[in-house]
Nanobody, 123 residues
Framework: QVQLVESGGGLVQAGGSLRLSCAAS????????MGWFRQAPGNEREFVAA????????YYGDSVKGRFTISRYNAKNTVYLQMNSLKPEDTAVYYC????????????????WGQGTQVTVSS
């Protein structure tokens, strides 16, 4: 069992940066693949980024490549999403998720989800 709590969301101007954090509890965190997804009103949940249990081989959705960076620090049971060059279309609720399948961009491969944190980018 893994419990996830996101933080770090907020309001930022276009071109700005935010860093999201996902604090995890549970004995299986270090063996879980971790992902970030986002969901804007009226849209399906969209894959943003994923990282393996070891912290290697980060994997990104096309819309955020080159702007966002996912990382994890197993000693602190935390996953981060550094978001740079933010655009208004990045506005969404961002969710952290944990699963056992690496490199997955499918919501169906993640077993545990946080409650989400709102990111709003103004133009």
């Amino acid at each position: 069992q893994v419990q996830l709590v996101e933080s770090g969301g907020g309001l930022v101007q276009a071109g700005g940066s935010l860093r999201l954090s996902c604090a995890a509890s549970g004995r299986t965190f270090s063996s879980s693949a971790m992902g970030w997804f986002r969901q804007a009103p009226g849209n399906e949940r969209e894959f943003v980024a994923a990282i393996t249990w070891s912290g290697g081989y980060p994997y990104y959705g096309d819309s955020v490549k080159g702007r966002f960076t996912i990382s994890r620090y197993n000693a602190k049971n935390t996953v981060y999403l550094q978001m740079n060059s933010l655009k208004p279309e990045d506005t969404a609720v961002y969710y952290c998720a944990a699963g056992r399948k690496p490199y997955s961009d499918s919501v169906n491969d993640y077993d545990y989800w946080g409650q989400g944190t709102q990111v709003t980018v103004s133009s």
